[in-house]
């Protein structure tokens, strides 16, 4: 209904004389913290920050430690494989005598890495070509657009299995690198948040406010930097973090299925090693899908509330 | 019209056809053309606020922005001060462009989407300055509040954003954008229409202020012939992209010769429960652009149409002086009655 | 005037058997950011075959009014206060299935959008007839029959052709028609139109206006017609009632209320529009915005913006006072003060 929105528009209007100002990323930030759901999901990713941050802290053993073995987790001195989680492991051991918590808490800054990792080339893909393609439009949208249209009909997961094993057989040296998976993923991404964008773009470009700058004389590159770009931002912050909780999945999925970089620490990487073994230790594939879990539904449900928050509709 | 040394701006032959396409993936066909503007013709006077009346899709916002060049004309000249700006537009030299954009400006209708809502005040009022750069940067802090307080506003007002204001304040801050770069020139397009009746006359007034202080002249666009007849000297009357009468505006109000005209006023209620002012209803809609009715267009609704109006065009031309009209069979004038 | 068709009394606090009767009625929306006092103690009458016009700009409650008078309004909104009956009964108690039976029966509600009313899927004929269906028993093929009659009945040419077509290769002013068509399918006793002419066209507006005098004259239906347009008012309603930030100012016939505004709310509407009749220099202004509802001014809420506020009118709200021949006012200084209209002029 138009006239209580409008109301509700007017209650920012008579501010008091000299009232500091608020913009609309402020409005954004009053509205995200009235959302309970989405705090919650702000909650859990701050404290994968945290766990990223001071693993050696939060975890209770260095970085692979054969419980039993490793001088640096000697125990009882008798080799802990596979066991069940007790005092000394919260979350159990894996086959080769690793606590499962620890190494967890380990893999929370390669989940990181790879989130943001993949999503920043993403964006920055999608970014480019849904400007690019909104903004001039004709012939340049035409062919961006069909190009993105190409990468959308491919079978994204298969040929991404296709491309890691192409690598990993013609570059064997490469095979370690947790970045080629970054890459793969980031480059194979894009085509969903390019339309996105470009349809944010072309809803923008139609306001008078961009009329209005052109008649002034702003050169085009004023108009897309200074009017388009921060307009369209928050719909790039809500595909990025949507994109975020996206990558770490692909990642697990990949690495799952024997995909991945095999010298990495990831949850995907621990879960793809205990799988053998799930009859005798299903903690050691359990909970690291419980964590990747976590994650992706810390993200989504702030992505989620970002939407709300930064929703333009909702403004006016 | 002729051309006077007093004559801003000179529209001659405009014409302006949007190409209608088949959707298409690659390969679109042209369907035909919307007939925005047929070869108008139209001149303003310096210091003159020249009113171009319309209903909805004749083409009076398409004039203003063809004369802006926000849109490139299909064909026709525009002069201003004697030149022939879509050329120079066409051309594209940065410089003179420039030098053009800052001497003609632009209000639009809604000041909801006008305004960056990304930016405050301060920096959407600065922007034509950090653009044109025409003043020393130094000054531009003081130029902005001076013209914040040229269009009424407070200097606390710069450091808000556009959602914190209502309408009127926001149509305010498009004001005290346009005069950032002194402009010889503004068009208005509805600068009151999306206004809270209550604020209507606060914007026409401070309009006119402006008007009279810095000495610029309006091409104001509307479909609301009351406010027209408040703030214009004199009016162009368009049907269908086509200019049907022209005249000084007590002229036109009293004095209305084009049936269009006649019935246009005759459909705006007056607030005066006592006045039953006779109405002419015009039969039917106004027909597509795409295929206007051929000869006069506004024939087939025409309440005095006669054989030849279906099929020869009639020319704009002075019935009386400064009086023009485009009309075979025009309503009988009362200045020649009485 | 035509204003005697409803009843000989011209009392408004006491109409003998008011159609409609609306008593302090409250309508507030709830919204993260407080609660909008969108109506306010709003009260208005509307007997038999009588127009009434509610005039207000955005925010005055106008629509909100109407849509609490029909129980539509939209959430986060609720009816906290106040009667509304109907024919003698009191609409706020009816349960939602009875209120259906009356909505579009016989009250019927013409929006402002002519384009967003009608269902892009369905035919004009087929939207028409199942309204016709809802509120009659009557065979499908009747229903059509008489839907082309309302057609007609709306000035549309071609009724028959009209019938099988979809909205969208109607005009606006065909659409506003069929929507009022359809507000009559009912056989309403009132109908409340919420702006039907400011999306349409100043030619377009006329024949509009025109069709609905025709129609009240015609069918002795009773209207609220909704708008912001004073000249509106002064062309087709019998009786006025003023509203500014959910509250109302003044109500009275038109002749009254243009001829002799008693609120400085009213008067000011009447002299600071542009008034084709009178050229002037310089329009007189209504200083000020619209306030703002979740914290609307003390006392008399036009008094910010009123040349005659004094410390009273900041200090109380004043009453609804009924002050003879069927007007009442809203202000403290109705009796001190001689606002001159221009109309009398």
Known sequence: MTSDRKMAQTTLEQRPAGGHRVSQWALAWRRLKKNKVAIAGLGIVGIFIVMAAFDRLVALYPPKCILGVSPACQLDGRLHSNSPPGLAYPLGTDITGYDVYSEIVYGTRAAFLIGVGATGLTMLIAVVIGLAAGYFGGWMDNLLMRLTEVFLVIPFFLLLLVFLQVTIKLAPANTGSIWLVVFVIGAFSWPGAARIIRGEVLRVREFEFIAASRQIGASSYRILFRHLFPNVLHIIIVLATLQIAASILTEAAVSFLGFGAPGSNTWGQQMYNSANYVEQAWWGTLFPAVFVTLMVMGFNLLGNGLRDALDPRLRE | MTLTPETVLEVKELTKHFPVYERGVILRRKLGDVHAVDEVSFGIRKNETFGLVGESGCGKTTIAKCVLYLEPPTSGKIFFNGKNITEIFKEGKKDLVLALRRQMQYIFQNPYSSLDPRMTVADIIMEPLEVHKHIPRSQWQNRMYELLRMVGLEDYHAERYPHEFSGGQRQRVCIARALAVDPQFIAADEPVASLDVSVRAQILNLLQELQQKLGITYLYISHDLSTVRHICHRVAVMYLGKIVEIAETDELFENPLHPYTVALLSAIPVPDPRKKTHRIILPGEVPSPVNPPPACRFHPRCPRRIDICSKVEPPLLEVRPGHWLACHNPWPSKRLAS | ?345
């Open chain 3, 1 to 345: 005037m035509p204003w005697i068709l409803g009843s000989g009394s011209s009392e408004v606090s006491a109409l003998p058997d008011p159609l409609l009767h609306v008593q302090n009625l409250r309508t507030y929306f709830f919204t993260y950011a407080g609660i909008v006092k969108a109506v306010d103690d709003i009260s208005l009458d509307v007997s038999k075959g009588e127009t009434l016009g509610v005039v207000g700009e955005s925010g005055s409650g106008k629509t909100v009014t109407a849509q609490s008078i029909l129980r539509i309004v939209p959430s986060p909104g609720k009816i906290v206060d106040g009667t509304i009956e109907f024919e003698g009964k009191s609409l706020m108690k009816l349960r939602e299935k009875d209120m259906q039976r009356i909505r579009g029966k016989d009250i019927a509600y013409v929006p402002q959008d002519p384009t967003s009313t009608l269902d892009p899927v369905y035919r004009v004929g087929e939207q028409l007839s199942e309204v016709i269906m809802r509120h009659h028993v009557i065979s499908r093929k009747d229903a059509l029959a008489k839907a082309t009659d309302l057609l007609r009945s709306v000035e549309i040419p071609d009724p028959e052709i009209r019938i099988s077509q979809y909205p969208h290769e109607l005009s606006g002013g065909t659409k506003q028609r069929i929507a009022i068509a359809r507000a009559l399918a009912g056989d309403p006793v009132l109908i409340i139109a919420d702006e039907p002419t400011t999306a349409l066209d100043v030619t377009i507006q006329a024949q509009i206006l025109d069709l609905l005098k025709e129609l009240k004259n015609r069918l002795n239906v009773a209207m609220i017609l909704i708008t912001h347009d004073m000249g509106i008012v002064a062309d087709v309603c019998d009786r006025v009632t003023v509203l500014y930030a959910g509250q109302v100012c003044e109500s009275g016939t038109v002749e009254q209320v243009f001829e002799k505004p008693k609120h400085p709310y009213t008067q000011a509407l009447l002299t600071s529009v542009p008034n084709l009749a009178l050229r002037k220099e310089k329009l007189s202004v209504i200083p000020g915005n619209v306030p703002n509802l979740i914290e609307p001014p003390s006392g008399c809420r036009f008094n910010p913006r009123c040349p005659y506020a004094q410390q009273i009118c900041i200090d109380k709200v004043p009453e609804l006072e009924p002050i003879g021949e069927g007007r009442s006012v809203h202000c403290h200084r109705w009796k001190e003060l001689d606002l001159k209209s221009p109309v009398a002029s």
